[in-house]
C-alpha cells in the first residue's frame, strides 16, 4: 500500500454535476484537496465558476467550472467536448445534482379520518409536474451525466462512477414523496450499472447522507423566522443516534475513499453517512 492513501487519484479529472451546491462544494474541496482536478458542473454558470475560482486559491489545485443542465443531453455533450479539450480525459464522475421541491411536497404526514376534508393537503394536492420535475432532476439528472460521461471511461476501460443518494432511499420520508422515490431509483440502478460495468474497468457505487441542512431542505428542517428547529427537524435530530445534523465536509472520507483504489474491489454499494440514523429503530 502506498504511503499517500489517495495517491491514486492524483492529476485525475472528475466531473461533479450540482457542484456549486453545498455538498457539491464541500465533496469538490476534498477531492482538488487529494490532488484530484474537480470540474465543477451546475446550472447557475456563476455558481460554478465562483465555486472553482475559491477552490482554486484555497488548495492550490487547478478547478475548473462550466454550465450544465443535466436534464439536457445536449447541454452535456457539449460540455464533455470542453472538458476533453480544455482540461483532459474524464476518469471520474460524482452525480451530485438533485434536490426537492414545495411543489412536490404535502402538508400532512398521514391522512386520520380527522383529515377527510383536507385531502389536498395530502397525497391528493400533489401537483404531477412538481412530483415529475422532482423525480427528473434526481433521477434522470443522475441518468444523463452517466450515460455521456461514462463512454470514455469504458473505452478506455479505467473510471469510476459516485451517485448521491439519500437516507430516503431506505426509509421514506412523510411529506416527500417525489424525492424518496427517486432515490430510491438511484440504488437499484447503481447496482444494475455496477453489474453491467463490472467487466470493464469501471466501478460503480452510491453514498447516502444522512440528513445535512442545506438549500433544498431548509424550509423543512428549520424555521425562517426563529431560526429554531420545526418539528420535523427535531424529529431527525431525536432519530440521529449523534444527535446531530451531518456537516458538508464530513462526506469527503467516503468519496475519496469510494473514488480511489482503496476501494478497488468494491461496486454496486451504497454507504450511509448518517450519524447512525439507519441504525436506529426510535427506541
Not at 56 to 71: I, K, N, P, Q, R
Not at 84 to 105: D, Q, R
Amino acid at each position: 500500500m502506498k504511503n499517500q492513501p489517495f495517491g491514486d487519484l492524483e492529476g485525475k479529472v472528475c466531473v461533479i454535476t450540482g457542484g456549486g451546491g453545498i455538498l457539491g462544494t464541500a465533496m469538490s474541496r476534498g477531492l482538488a484537496a487529494a490532488g484530484v482536478i474537480p470540474v465543477i458542473l451546475d446550472i447557475n454558470e456563476g455558481a460554478a465558476l465562483e465555486t472553482a475560482r475559491v477552490i482554486s486559491e484555497e488548495t492550490g489545485t487547478a478547478c475548473h467550472g462550466f454550465m450544465a443542465d443535466v436534464l439536457d443531453r445536449g447541454s452535456l455533450e457539449s460540455v464533455r467536448e470542453r472538458i476533453n479539450h480544455e482540461v483532459g480525459e474524464i476518469s471520474l464522475l460524482i452525480n451530485g445534482a438533485g434536490g426537492n421541491s414545495p411543489k412536490a411536497t404535502t402538508k400532512l404526514e398521514q391522512l386520520t379520518e380527522g383529515d377527510l376534508d383536507r385531502l389536498e393537503e395530502g397525497f391528493f394536492g400533489l401537483e404531477l409536474e412538481g412530483f415529475q420535475k422532482v423525480f427528473d432532476l434526481n433521477f434522470t439528472g443522475t441518468l444523463l451525466p452517466t450515460l455521456v460521461f461514462a463512454r470514455d471511461m469504458v473505452t478506455r476501460q479505467h473510471g469510476v462512477i459516485l451517485n448521491v443518494s439519500s437516507m430516503n432511499s431506505y426509509k421514506p420520508l412523510t411529506k416527500i414523496p417525489a424525492y424518496s422515490a427517486a432515490k430510491s431509483s438511484i440504488n437499484n440502478f447503481t447496482q444494475w450499472l455496477a453489474v453491467h460495468f463490472a467487466k470493464v474497468g469501471v466501478r460503480v457505487n452510491a453514498m447516502a447522507p444522512g440528513f445535512f441542512l442545506t438549500n433544498q431542505n431548509r424550509f423543512l428542517l428549520t424555521d425562517e423566522k426563529t431560526g429554531k428547529l420545526t418539528p420535523r427537524g427535531e424529529k431527525i435530530i431525536t432519530n440521529t443516534p449523534m444527535g446531530v445534523f451531518g456537516e458538508p465536509d464530513d462526506l469527503v472520507g467516503t468519496v475519496l475513499y469510494l473514488m480511489s483504489d482503496l476501494s478497488g474491489f468494491i461496486t454496486g454499494i451504497c454507504i450511509p453517512v448518517d450519524g447512525g440514523y439507519s441504525a436506529f429503530g426510535g427506541v
